[in-house]
């Protein structure tokens, strides 16, 4: 029953076992939280795994972090009578993230990711560290977490400093709008402050969870932007009287790449009967750029990379990322709290996503330079009185400009920290704050494509585009009216923005 529960958001709620986490059910989580329960069985294997850390507590036996210091530190011995201060001068010195808070949602998914991982059993903490994390979830009392100061390796220290001080009564927490510190936290999510016992301390704070929640969100963010990119593209083809011979499926299958002969199909799902394209067939234009004609190719490529991004995530939302970990009797210390895997993927995200804005923007110079002869340079209704979309083009070229900087791997990095004891970091949370700056550019380049091509296949008329284009033509105008003449813009690449970033453009292509 709880693997059935951990991967059903029902009424009744989450039921989390260290085991059965999805990456559906993290997609649907920011938008239908309900009470997230810790299993019956992840509350067995725990209460084995502390009684370990209890009888090396009892028997002196030299066990990382647990009766020895941290990180340098780790050959000093620390004393039976000392192991609980050990562990609140470990959160509290750790406690020193500087910046801009973490958003909400990150925060909320930091919070479950971090309760499945000691759901597990094998980081020796007690059910009451789980029971009071979630308390802060249910009860949506936020932790005030800085969102620089990690590097991503032993973990995300810093991060999960400030959110483990919201268990002790010496954090800051956000409720409602309502900033609450110190015993109000406890107090607001129902709780009393924990007294840390051995090992708690550094479970909490040795961990990938921000790494995790900011490639999580990279990848959620990736799935809906390729979904805006297919519509868009497609949309664009047709401004742009561009050929349908490209998609055809003969041309995918002989690359034998399953990827991109799935962006294809998705492209044929929309490039059905026009009479745009009718009235074209006889043109003397042999082929259209490669911004065109190779939307299959690059965007089958991103299509590959957010595909390796589920399968490493997929394991990664179970994944266990603390040390030691307690294995029967034995207590084993190693490095799953570096962050590596997390920070190339978010690196490798980050260049495909670039990829969609710098594919993007090259179609919106091509449906301003007037490729189909039969619309005017820049979009214009009356050109030179009239700009129409010159600079809006401009914008698109200085977010793709950014994008390209921003791709540079943070993952090639390493700043030795702990006076060389963690010599080798992973710059994984770097990483994941690049990818969600180039996501956000990236749905601002393909918002502007939108509004060009639909305002192409507006002046086309009274020649349609394919039914499927339809539709989104007229989704895109629900939302930005039609204005033939100069006019600001900003708002509606928002408003266009936004409808992307929300998936609304998915559904035409799944």
């Known amino acids: 029953m709880a693997n059935i529960g951990a991967n ?29 329960t810790l299993s019956e069985q992840a509350r067995g294997r725990m209460a084995r795994s502390i009684e370990v850390v209890r009888e090396a507590v009892r028997t002196d036996r030299v066990s990382y972090g647990i009766t020895t210091g941290f990180g340098a530190f780790a050959n000093k011995r620390i004393s039976a009578d000392q192991v609980r201060q050990l562990q609140l001068n470990l959160v509290r010195s750790h406690a020193c993230g ?13 919070l479950l990711l971090k309760a ?43 991060p999960l400093a400030h959110l483990s001080l919201c268990l002790i009564g010496e954090g800051e927490a956000l409720q409602d709008g309502r900033r609450l510190e110190g015993a109000e936290v406890c107090r607001a999510a129902g709780l009393e402050p924990i007294a840390l016992e051995a090992k708690e301390g550094l479970a909490l704070i040795n961990g990938t969870q921000l790494s995790l929640a900011l490639a999580l969100d990279g990848l959620f963010a990736a799935e809906s932007l390729l979904a805006a990119s297919i519509v868009i593209g497609a949309l664009t083809v047709d401004g742009l009287a561009g050929s349908y011979a490209p998609f055809d499926a003969r041309i995918h299958e002989a690359s034998r790449s399953p990827h991109q002969m799935e962006v294809a199909r998705r492209f044929r799902m929309l490039l059905t009967a026009s009479a745009i394209h009718s009235d074209h067939e006889n043109c003397d234009r042999v082929q259209d750029p490669y911004a065109v004609r190779c939307m299959p190719q690059v965007l089958g490529a991103v299509e590959g990379a957010i595909a390796h991004a589920r399968d490493v995530l997929g394991s990664a939302v179970n994944g266990v990322t603390d040390n030691p970990l307690i294995f029967g009797r034995d207590i084993l210390s190693g490095g799953n709290f570096h962050a590596e895997p997390l920070a190339l993927l978010s690196d490798y995200l980050a260049i495909a996503v670039a990829e969609i804005a710098s594919m993007s923007e090259r179609r919106t110079d091509l449906l301003d330079r007037r490729v189909n002869p039969a619309l005017s340079m820049f979009l214009t209704t009356e050109p030179g009185l009239e ?99 100069d006019h600001r813009l900003d708002r509606d690449i928002a408003t266009l923005a936004t409808l992307i970033e929300r998936r609304a453009l998915t559904s035409f292509v799944t």
């Open 8 to 36: 059903t958001a029902a009424a009744a709620g989450l039921i989390i076992d260290g085991e059965s986490l999805s990456l559906d059910v993290l997609r649907r989580f920011a938008d239908s939280r309900g009470t997230v």
């Open 98 to 110: 500087v910046g801009e808070p973490l958003a909400a949602p990150l925060v909320r998914r930091m």
């Open 116 to 158: 499945n991982s000691l759901a597990a059993g094998i980081s020796g903490v007690r059910t009451e560290l789980v029971d009071a994390l979630l308390a802060l979830l249910n009860n949506d009392v936020l932790p005030v977490i800085p969102s620089r100061g990690s590097v991503g390796a032993s973990g995300d220290l810093a």
């Open 387 to 485: 700009s129409g979309f010159m600079i809006a083009h401009v914008a698109a070229a200085a977010l793709t400009s950014e994008n390209r900087t921003l791709a540079h791997p943070a993952s090639v990095d390493n700043v030795t920290t702990s006076a060389g004891q963690e010599d080798h970091v992973s710059m994984a949370p770097w990483a994941g704050f690049k990818l969600q700056r180039i996501c956000a550019n990236t749905a601002h380049v393909l918002a502007i494509e939108a509004l060009a091509a639909a305002h192409a296949i507006d002046k086309l008329q009274p020649l349609q585009t394919t039914d499927p284009l339809q539709q989104v033509h007229a989704l895109i105008r629900r939302n930005v009216a039609y204005r033939p003449y």
